[in-house]
């Protein structure tokens, strides 16, 4: 339940409200997650404020160099709609149906994702960095997700950045094109030879399989990142072997 | 908060809090256009276009959307003024009525504003893109199908390319191979526009939910957490004395009556060991108490005032675990009324025991015995309209009902004793249902409603949530089967044995008559051959237990379902152990026509047996379309053509199932029909039928059209309330094509005589030629006319009849019950691509050749098709509703339950064999239930062709496709 709107004009405005104690105050996206019955158990269950980014002007996505911006507020279909590396692109159309990528903005569904999220996985993998107003401070992705709200609570995501020269692929394995994924293995490479893996398709948040050097060793780095990855919908063995072969494909595939 | 909104161009001012929804501010500023579905961000059902981007409006609130453009499909079209709402359509709205794109007609507003985004943004897409843009939209009737190609027709007018436009309107038909008896007919055979089409591509307030009365309540139902317990103390007093709290209701203040909620005739085929509020609960979800407040709000508040201490009981969730000595006995009741062999100090709600033949006999003569043992999930109808249910006495002080439901006249009849009143007291008014597939052949929620207001006096309104629609609705039975069967050398089968144990959650509803269809239907399809054809042995023997887990119940195919999954995953097996094509090894041993149905001198839906030969089959027929559309014979048993070139981890699969269904349940099932004529020449017909989505209204209203001689405008039907039309037995069974069809013919028939003679007498009164006898009078293009060709028209004898001689209200009135159950046949084909390493498949394509009779509608007949192959396909691939071992429901909305999507369909190809089925006047038997059947074991069997994976658990997973390549190997 929301117990306050509220639509501010500037950022500023906007981290003042979220910075407040009482009532807890969130940012409002989209509202895809937030306005839901239903919140995934990554957004707070309880009733709180809502700050409506609309007017912030944070939506876009810009080239800058070796690195890519895009805004917070930018939806998921515009990135499908994008120049971002195609596996990316992928991610985000299959992330979610139509609709709900026009409604779903980029930081909302990253804040709000599980690990089954095909596009989390992804930005993970290519070690996506979150930009925090008030003071422009720089999270890498996978560091947001152990701790969610003690790193957002009273601060804004502005823009998540990419980097532009990283080859890039995503395999998934799925009961139907559009179901969420049993097993998703994104790989992220480097022009040095850095090479990152991130597996989803389970649990509370996409899990960093490797990042090393090179790509040695990733098929066993994947298999022990699968190791207790049980749940209902697939058993952790199945997983293990599969991502070994996705990881396998995702190397080849690299763009 | 007082906020303005835009809408259609309108500026709103509206009173909302910082919680209201967008589609809460619409609804109650009148839109009721946008619909109410999962109100959770998955269905798509309350899509609106803000700045002309579609939008779940119960996902963004009434505040984000000021100051932006929102447009509800009412902006469609032009302007909509004066008495005739039917102008001025937009293209896409003309398209999906003209192409049969609306079956419910519950998604279809988000549809057309989905579909207008597209064409705005790209007005010529791909039917990729088209497929891509609705995949927000869930539809659970069309299998998109039609919609898909509504919008490319409309995208293509819009363009002005008459040719493609031509193309896309002509594919939407289906191939059908006529009977001659249909060339004479002027409107049956024809695919006419759905007579219900218009106000739904309208969005006009034809719903349930829809409807507002003033000082209505908000019913809420708490519900219990835990899966089995007593309930040692309940205390409402916190919640009553919230202010606009009008009634909470306990199993202490309402009469303890045992009822069944399912839909059935009287006497119900199955034990009455459900109340409306008890002091037991039986599963997650089950009923603790009722509330009723001013709002939802207070409602829900007022849920979590209620404090309730439960006393935990040992819980069952395995359907094996029931029957076991010593298990807990979840039906300890005294006042269980039993039906039947149900045993509820077994946990047992149902037994069937047939022996057909000399089972043990047919097993020694055979040269080989196949066991095998097969499992299918609990499964959701996933309809996108929930159960709504509106009661509030009228000025009679007779109790309204306004209801989704699928049984208005069962309905009325089985509430009365739970409530207290004599029939006589209520009425139920059934409105547009927004698809249903069995789930609504429930008396689920409408004694909710109706006790708070008999508690209240005032009108009450209750939803279902999503979250309660998947808890505590009616899946479809989850079943472990084994089967046996005995097969000579030659491919002839011996004898067939199966054993179903099918799970009926906490309540025994449709406990017997589900697991016997999966005997009835799947089990009498292969006879065998020669001698065994004439004398086949058959076995079905089946337990219906009670579980810890969400009450199960009707489902489109009803339990043939269930059973055609076992029987066509076995029948593979043993067809290529022989070393036999899969098809001709069916066909061989199916029955065939003027045979003996043989379950019908055995089992009848708990009611007397009634002998049935099989009039008619087209199976052979069927099978060769089939063969010749799917090319069989390139593609079943060739090497190469089950490789993908480049690709050699994937493979390619074929695979099939046959089918037989019912129509109707013989001896049984009535339903009747009354027409009368107008002054004008047209016609009211109220029947009591319930057309779901599925078109009823409209074939009905061709067979009345036909005999009478009048365009299908001419014929006005209203249809499902208990004060105004006659009694049918309602919406199930596959019979209302059949029944209620037949009943409305008959009416017709008569009313057509009366015609004939008042038409003969005013010719023969004219004096200008020779004397005309009615029997020579034809009705034909709303005249009557003469051999010699003088003719009066209908309107002139509309007048004639009501106003200027020997007055008289030109009427009829029939009913009809089933004499038999016509089965129709069919064949489905899937074709797979299939992952080696990874066990993942797609279907490619299925096809689904049919003997259904005559098709009345080729456009609404093939809609049905359709919308059956996609929820087989989901039952095949990605539907389940697990638990945990304590009974919690893992599957507890649209977010965990994935139904296919549009752009998740494979391509999809239907073909229609007719035969005349005599016992019908337009020889017509069910189209609707056969297409969910066929499709989960097709594919299974092509994942097997593809991979060797022997997949007998449903769905087909990835993990078990994984698994059973490891194993095969």
Redesign the interface.
Known sequence: ?????H?PKTIDEAVALLAREEPFTVP?A???FL????RPPAIPQEDV??V?L?DLGLGGIKPRGNFIDIGATASLQDVVESDLPKALREAAHIET???????QTVAGTLVAADGISPFATAMMAIDARLTLAPNDEVLLLGELYPFRWEHLRGKLITKITVPANAKFALET????????P??VVAVAQWPSGRTRIVLGGWGEAPHLAMDGPEPTGAEQASRNAAYEAAD?R??AE?RR??AV??VRRALAALE | MEITLNVNGKQHTVEVSANTSLLDALRKLGYTSVKRGCNDGTCGACTVLLDGKPVYSCSVLAAQATGHQIQTVDSLGGQKTGWDFTLDLHPLQEAFVEVGAVQCGFCTPAMLLTAKHLLDKNPNPTEQEVRDALSGVICRCTGYEKPVKAVLLAAARMRGDEEKAHQFAAEVMPEINPVPQVEKYHHVGKPERKVDALKLVQGKPAFAEDFDMPGMLIAKVLRSPVAHARIKRIDVSKAKALPGVHAVLTWKDIPRVPYSTAGQSDPIPGPLDTFSLDNKVRFVGDRVAFVAAETEEIAEKALELIEVEYEELPVIIDPEDALKEGAPIIHDEPEYVNFGESDPKRNIAARIRIDIGDVEKGFAEADYIFEGEYEVPRAHQAYTEPHVTITYWDENDRLVVRTSTQVPFHTRRQLAPVLNLPIKKIRVVKPRIGGGFGGKQEVLIEDVAAHLTIATGRPVKYVYTDEEEFIAGRPRHHMKIRLKTGVKKDGTITANEMYALSDTGAYGGHALTVVGNTGHKAMALYVGDGEYRKHPNIRFYADTVYTNTVPTGAYRGYGATQGFFAVERHMEKIARALGMDSIEFRLKNAIREGEYHPFSLAWNEGREPAPETIETNALEEVVKRAKEAVNWDAKYGNPEWHKVPGKPHLRRGIGVAMLMQGTAIAKLDMGGAFIKMNEDGSFNMMVGAADLGTGSDTVLAQMAAEVLGVPLEDIIVTSGDTDFTPFDKGAYASSTTYVSGAAATKAAEQVAERIRIRAAAMLNARGDGEEVSPDDIVLADRKATAPDGRFVTLREIGFNSIHHENQEQIMGAASFMAPASPPPFAIQIAEVTADVETGEFWVDTLTTVADAGVVINPITASGQVEGGVNQGLGYGTTEDMPYTEDGQPLVRSFKDYHVPLAPEMPRLKTIFVETFEPTHPFGVKSVAEYPLNGVAPAVANAVYDALGASVDIGPVTPEKVWRASKEKK
């Open positions: 339940m929301h117990l306050e709107y639509r409002l989209g509202g895809a306005n839901a019955q239903s404020a809502v409506d609309q149906t139509y609709t709900r990528r026009v409604l394995v799925a009961p139907s094109p559009l179901s969420r049993l097993v209902y697939a058993s199945y072997e599969v072969v996705l």
